[in-house]
């Protein structure tokens, strides 16, 4: 919201400049991007006018120009404008004025005759982008009158970067009284009085649910002065708060929301067709809109219609066949109030942003709908005449927001500022906000006004009280809180553990978007589509993802097409499942490993990872949890990783994740050079920690015995490894797995697992026959599970 100083100053006597206000709305809440001057520096510039024009002895494209700058002898003044006339009023630069641009005014001989000062253009006085000639200036104005104060120069521009909660502040009107709470000064806004009808004329309105519009104002304004051209001040006014004049009426329009909050709308009178209609889209109808664009329709879009259809987007964008344009006599102009619930996302859905819509999704004052058609007619009226109807509304009354009382407690207000505001301070700032007030107990009851609908909470309350009151004004002071031992569960290892183990296994931790593009979203889920966002802020972000290895796939693409050799992301986040008609949220850890196996060295051969490298790193988190044993990975296909290199992940008998490649066909869509490594697991389950149990140190000595088993090639070595646990019972302290042999010593199909099994007792040294008993229970539980013969 871009505010005028000039303008509020119409509202509120502040007494203080540009940067004091800043600075004051910044306390009070509303917090100010910027504050900016009209315009430059125009000291020494003054309204000139030129008497006479005469040709330049030794120029054909110069004029010798006698200018009268209101302080005796006319200046002689050399110009090259071609519009320059005698009897007209230009902007005069005196002698030792400094242009915008830097260039300072001196007395100077230009083609041999003397020049004392420069007519100016809009562009050299930092006015406009480009000119055509010098400035023309009104012949009202006074000759000799500083520049600054002839075209009301002399202004700031105040932009207040607006919360969307405070929707009452998108108005000279909200800023003004809110200013005027904080400094405890009253406000003094113009009345608006009611504009006379001179006409019965009235145009048939019809809501089909109040719901939608509870309450609907137009009026009939007929015999508009074609000619009529929007005055300076208000053109001033509406660029000032960045808004393109377009066309009087419209312009009175666009004036109002930004004076008083209420959007509002003109329909060319002559182009509609009946009366008015409040209705939802139906199907199959289309609207082109002022800016051109043609929209296809539905029901969940309010519109306003006549008898031949949609004729505007309501609370968005009126239609471009009755839009008000230069031949317009005859208007109808509408003043609505519409749900925010019937407006909010429509506009982003076509990519549309209008300060209409901006206004109504967030709410605007559901009892200003009369006042800003009354205040737009007066204007219209003094600017384009006209014959005006009398005001027509429809109002649904229990549609309409109703503001309850909200309660409260000086003791909560007390504990949460840390201060103590007094009673009759607080109940001042409620009233000087145009609040309702009422005492209740040891607190207040307080009805907030029609245009705050971001009061509903005791909180919301207490926020007002603190920074009207001022938050200068509350002492720092220290805080006691009672102080509690955080909890420290063994049973789950903490995610910060997990992080911290692949960022030593040179792993980054990434945090991409909860939501994805539907279609990549479902490539990864195997053609399951995730949950629709209803508002969506953009249509490549429109569902709720599934996986997280969307995210993490665009990231790790990212950073490969920067040069970056070697890339592995992990991440901990929610994913969102469709469970039996519910979305489910679950805790993953998901990972993605690209290019490069290790950092470039002289003493590492260059390579890719695979899906081994990151088992290992998958192990290194498994052992966190105490209980590694108990995770396996067997071979198994899963829609978004690449078959016969992909893996699901249990733990006893759980499903608790995936590993592998990405698919061959979204290497492609994402176009990675080579396809890299994907893992996501559960954090619950995987995360879940062995409880640790005491043992003794043994003090009696290791045994060691060695085994190759030859099995059939297919046969997994994580199979064999838990087969051997089983078998071998408690002597077994340790279990390695150190070669892997298929060649021409073995059969066609097989393959010989070397395995290193270290037995040890607590209570006594192991004997010859302890061990071989071990031996063979586990070479006969191998032989019977896996066909497996011993290697010699």
């Known amino acids: 919201m871009k505010v005028s100083t000039n303008w509020l100053s119409e509202w509120l006597d502040t007494g203080l400049d540009a940067t004091a206000i800043a600075e004051k709305l910044t306390g009070l809440g509303l917090e100010v991007d910027d504050v900016s001057p009209v315009a430059a520096s125009l000291d020494d510039i003054v309204v000139g006018q030129v008497l006479t024009v005469e040709p330049h002895p030794n120029a054909d494209r110069l004029s010798l120009c006698a200018v009268d700058v209101g302080n005796g002898e006319p200046l002689r003044i050399v110009c090259g404008a071609a519009n320059v006339k005698a009897g007209g009023r230009y902007p005069t630069a005196l002698v030792g004025a400094r242009l915008p641009g830097g260039l300072k005014i001196k007395r100077s001989k230009i083609r041999g005759e003397q020049s004392h000062g420069m007519l100016c253009s809009s562009f050299e006085l930092a006015l406009a982008e480009t000119a055509e000639g010098i400035m023309e200036l009104d012949e009202g104005l006074r000759v000799g009158e500083p520049i600054v104060t002839a075209l009301n120069l002399d202004d700031s521009v105040i932009d207040v970067d607006l919360t969307p909660n405070r929707a009452d502040c998108f108005s000279m009107l909200g800023i003004a009284r809110d200013l005027s709470a904080g400094l405890g000064q009253a406000l003094t806004p113009a009345p608006v009085l009611p504009v006379l009808p001179a006409a019965e004329e009235i145009l048939p309105v019809e809501m089909e649910d109040g719901a939608d519009c509870p309450r609907f104002a137009g009026r009939v304004v007929r015999d508009l002065n074609p000619a009529a051209e929007t005055p300076d001040w208000l053109r001033d006014r509406l660029q000032r708060a960045g808004v393109r004049p377009i066309h009087p009426i419209v312009d009175v329009t666009n004036y109002v929301m930004l004076e008083l909050g209420q959007p509002m709308h003109a329909y060319d009178l002559d182009q509609l067709q009946g009366g008015i209609s409040v209705r939802r889209a139906r199907a199959g109808e289309s609207l082109t809109t002022l800016d051109g664009e043609s929209l296809e329709l539905d029901a969940s879009l309010l519109v306003i219609a006549d008898a031949s259809g949609p004729v505007g987007l309501a609370g968005i964008m009126g239609g471009e066949a009755t839009g008000v344009s230069e031949a317009s006599r005859h208007v109808y102009l509408e003043s609505a109030f519409f749900s925010p619930s019937v407006v909010a996302g429509r506009a982003r859905r076509f990519g549309l942003h209008t300060d209409a819509s901006m206004r109504f999704e967030r709410g605007v004052d ?37 503001r309850e009382p909200v309660t409260l407690r000086a003791s909560r207000l007390e504990s949460l500022l840390g201060t103590v505001v007094p009673m009759a301070d607080v109940k001042d700032i409620f009233e000087r906000l145009g609040m309702q007030v009422k005492a209740v107990g040891e607190g207040w009851a307080v009805t907030p006004p029609a245009a705050r609908f971001d009061i509903e909470q005791e909180v919301d309350l207490i926020e007002e009280v603190a920074r009207i009151h001022g938050y200068d004004e509350i002492p720092e002071s220290p805080t006691l809180i009672p102080m509690a031992l955080g909890r420290v569960s063994e049973d789950q290892v903490p995610l910060s553990r997990v992080a911290v183990t692949l960022v030593e296994r040179g792993y980054t931790e990434a945090v991409t978007w909860s939501f994805g593009e539907p279609e990549l979203d479902a490539l990864f889920a195997g053609g399951e589509s995730g949950l629709p966002l209803a508002n969506p802020i953009s249509s490549a972000l429109g569902v709720m993802r599934q996986s997280l290895w969307p995210g993490l796939s665009e990231a790790a693409r990212s950073n490969l097409a920067r040069q970056q050799p070697r890339v592995r992301l992990f991440e901990t986040g929610v994913r969102f499942v469709r469970q039996d008609n519910e979305c489910k949220e679950q ?99 995987v995360l879940a920690a062995s409880l640790p149990d005491y043992a003794a140190v043994s003090r009696f000595p290791r045994v060691r015995r060695d085994l190759a088993a030859v099995v059939a090639e297919e046969v997994p070595a994580g199979e064999l490894l838990a087969a051997v646990r089983e078998a071998a019972g408690p002597l077994l302290r340790d279990l390695n797995l150190f070669d892997i042999y298929a060649g021409d010593k073995v059969e066609n199909g097989s393959k010989s697992v070397a395995l290193g099994l270290i037995l040890q007792d607590t209570s006594r040294t192991l004997t010859d026959a302890d061990v071989d008993a071990v031996m063979r229970d586990v070479i006969g539980r191998l032989g019977r599970d896996f066909d497996a013969t011993i290697r010699e």
């Open 366 to 402: 559901p009892s200003g709908q009369v006042r800003a058609l009354e205040r737009a007619t007066a204007l219209i009226q003094e600017i384009a005449g006209g014959r005006v109807g009398p005001v027509s509304e429809a109002v649904h009354a229990e549609h309409l927001p109703k």
């Open 587 to 685: 805790l993953v850890i998901a990972g993605i490993a690209a290019g490069n196996l290790a950092p470039e060295q002289w003493d590492w051969p260059a390579g890719a990872s695979d899906v081994f490298d990151i088992k290992a790193d998958l192990a290194a988190l498994f052992a966190l949890t105490g209980g590694e044993a108990e995770f396996s990975m067997t071979a198994a296909e899963h829609p978004a990783l690449r078959p016969g290199r992909s893996a699901k992940v249990l733990r006893g008998d759980q499903v608790v994740g995936w590993l592998g490649e990405m698919h061959p066909e979204l290497v492609q869509r994402l176009e990675f050079a080579a396809a890299p490594v994907l893992f996501e697991l559960e954090a619950t389950p």
